[in-house]
């Protein structure tokens, strides 16, 4: 799912998105209560209606970003208080409101209201933080429960910061609870790769085969095989669109810094192997201009590109997964990625 | 021509461009001698290969940029020495180098080189800078036709300041040379609309009515019927492109500038009289939302509007000339404008 947090994938038009092939994308409930307010939303007849994206559409809860985002922020049994990021007026969310407000939006696939566990994070208040979550899934569930013919679906998400044993138990725990699909959260938040993949192993171990599993934030294209051969279903990331806005790409060479001066009078494609359509109708000079002269044009072709790469990647994932070859896609990312990681630094 | 300065229209890609029906644009030289670099430009096969645009292009000489962009310039007989608004450094354009430079471009039409005078000028320094200006016309030309198979073709241009006596006897000056169009330039920096008229019609009594005639830098959608109506043929102007950037739309019904609140739950078109691309698929509560939330697609979908607007304009405006029914247009632009002028204010 590329990532929609305002309700447009930055830089590109819905028509496009729809045209890369993507049929789910993400938007982000916070960010829509704030601005332009889901009252708004639902008056325009839902997001879809809103933002001219006839597929599906999937909102966080707004949990995440009231950590990240808000300034100030008060954690209770019953809620969060917080101070919009935009005007720094007070607001108070809880799940009843976190549902409420999917709701407004119209949303096909709603997350329940989570809390945000920092990277590192001591025992206690991992397990303190993790029973809140389970504690406002269940008051999610009870609320949407009571919605008579809801339009979209509702996840749970599991939790447990780094622990190996609260991971499980969260995994456990939420898996207990009658939702048609379980997100994996509190992932990608600083720790080493090693710790993200045992989390996802402990939490994969306990939700059932039979539903999605959505892996939140998540990653690069080696991130995502990796952990789709975890058993991962979902995933979301703000990677293609924020990298390809800082002019970093992803080709079938690697990395791409378009930046690199070395690219000045490079006269072929970005990536000779895609057939985006940036590929297909600019040169890396040319790119690199946009970029350089900071020409808002720059954005929308390098996103473009980097969305068709993710797009293929994901048909090669699912056709190697009926293949049992995702072990090769494995190590041609790995070789691929560590050569050129130096391309993102320059 | 919509004005693509830096090899690009702002925020939009050259397939949208053509599909709005425009067969020409204008880029600029100065923008481009600094960034790529005319010979990068040149080794890409030329602009239009460069930008892929396949139609054609119009370039300025770059002396106009000199003047309103660089904090240092030198002005003397033989050319002008400026500073490079990028990095400082000195350079140096003179009519060779500006006749080079778009040649190196590949350039459809060429500009020759000329001095801007400000406005308020006094006459003495008005007619010094409109002689120097013939010079180096003549200057270019003779740097043209020393090319061997040019590509493109070369422009003249009128000065003369406010005053009439010099626009006619830069006309006339101009027009003695062979150039294959001529246009008028120095307005449109400041000066009552009805001084801007009276130019026109000083420069427009001598210049061939068989060659096309160009008026540079005009204008509204009233700017332009009005000159028209006055005997010019083409113009170019970033007033489309720069007020979509800023919110502020052309349409039917007069001006309506996005960030107005009052859009905030209004979920009809832009434009309803409108068929282009945005206003078939986006509210004005959308259009407002991205706007307010700084989101790029804001700037593609209302440029696209506003050059679709002037693209249509331009169309009712050839048609006008054949049924000889200008007037109606410009009664109709008059009273919509004057109407809504406060939007834009607002």
């Given at each position: 799912?590329?990532?929609?947090?305002?309700?447009?994938?930055k830089?590109?038009?819905?028509?496009?998105v729809?045209?890369?092939?993507?049929?789910?994308?993400?938007?982000n409930?916070?960010?829509?209560?704030?601005r332009p307010g889901t009252?708004?939303?639902?008056?325009?007849?839902?997001?879809?209606?809103f933002?001219?994206?006839?597929?599906?559409?999937l909102t966080?809860?707004?949990?995440?970003q009231?950590?990240s985002?808000?300034s100030?922020?008060?954690?209770?049994?019953e809620?969060?208080?917080?101070?919009?990021y935009?005007?720094?007026s007070e607001?108070f969310l809880n799940?009843?409101?976190?549902?409420?407000?999917?709701c407004e939006?119209?949303?096909?696939?709603?997350m329940?209201?989570d809390t945000?566990i920092?990277y590192?994070c001591?025992?206690?208040k991992?397990?303190?933080?993790?029973?809140l979550?389970h504690?406002w899934?269940?008051r999610?569930l009870?609320?949407y429960?009571?919605?008579s013919k809801?339009?979209g679906?509702?996840?749970?998400?599991?939790?447990?910061?780094?622990y190996e044993d609260l991971?499980?138990?969260?995994?456990r725990?939420?898996s207990?609870l009658?939702?048609p699909?379980?997100a994996?959260?509190g992932?990608?938040?600083?720790?080493p790769s090693?710790?993200?993949?045992?989390m996802?192993?402990?939490?994969v171990?306990?939700?059932?085969e039979?539903?999605p599993?959505?892996l939140?934030?998540v990653?690069?294209?080696?991130?995502?095989?990796e952990?789709?051969?975890?058993?991962?279903?979902m995933?979301d990331c703000v990677l293609?669109?924020?990298?390809a806005?800082?002019g970093?790409l992803?080709?079938?060479?690697g990395y791409?810094?378009?930046?690199?001066?070395?690219?000045?009078?490079d006269?072929?494609?970005l990536?000779?192997?895609?057939?985006c359509?940036?590929c297909?109708n600019?040169?890396?000079a040319?790119l690199?201009?946009?970029?350089?002269?900071?020409e808002l044009?720059?954005?929308t072709l390098l996103?473009?590109h980097?969305?068709?790469?993710y797009a293929k990647?994901?048909?090669?994932?699912?056709?190697a997964?009926y293949?049992?070859?995702?072990e090769l896609?494995?190590?041609?990312?790995t070789k691929?990625?560590?050569?050129t990681?130096?391309?993102?630094?320059e």
């Amino acid at each position: 799912m590329p990532v929609g947090t305002q309700a447009s994938i930055k830089a590109l038009d819905p028509h496009t998105v729809s045209a890369l092939g993507f049929r789910i994308l993400l938007c982000n409930t916070y960010h829509l209560l704030l601005r332009p307010g889901t009252e708004i939303i639902k008056k325009a007849g839902g997001l879809h209606k809103f933002m001219n994206f006839p597929w599906l559409i999937l909102t966080d809860s707004g949990g995440f970003q009231v950590f990240s985002l808000s300034s100030f922020n008060k954690i209770t049994k019953e809620g969060i208080i917080f101070r919009s990021y935009l005007d720094g007026s007070e607001i108070f969310l809880n799940p009843e409101g976190a549902i409420l407000a999917q709701c407004e939006l119209g949303s096909d696939i709603m997350m329940v209201l989570d809390t945000c566990i920092p990277y590192p994070c001591d025992f206690e208040k991992t397990r303190e933080l993790t029973n809140l979550t389970h504690h406002w899934a269940e008051r999610c569930l009870e609320s949407y429960l009571s919605i008579s013919k809801p339009k979209g679906v509702l996840f749970g998400i599991v939790q447990g910061g780094m622990y190996e044993d609260l991971r499980s138990f969260s995994a456990r725990y939420v898996s207990s609870l009658p939702f048609p699909g379980y997100a994996i959260g509190g992932l990608s938040v600083g720790e080493p790769s090693e710790i993200r993949i045992k989390m996802i192993e402990c939490a994969v171990e306990h939700l059932p085969e039979e539903k999605p599993r959505y892996l939140m934030g998540v990653g690069t294209p080696l991130d995502i095989v990796e952990a789709v051969m975890q058993g991962v279903d979902m995933f979301d990331c703000v990677l293609p669109t924020r990298n390809a806005r800082r002019g970093t790409l992803f080709t079938s060479q690697g990395y791409v810094n378009i930046r690199n001066s070395r690219y000045k009078d490079d006269f072929s494609p970005l990536d000779p192997a895609c057939a985006c359509y940036t590929c297909r109708n600019f040169t890396k000079a040319y790119l690199r201009h946009l970029f350089q002269a900071k020409e808002l044009l720059a954005y929308t072709l390098l996103t473009l590109h980097n969305l068709y790469y993710y797009a293929k990647l994901m048909e090669r994932v699912r056709l190697a997964i009926y293949l049992d070859s995702l072990e090769l896609i494995y190590e041609e990312l790995t070789k691929l990625y560590q050569k050129t990681a130096e391309e993102v630094e320059e």
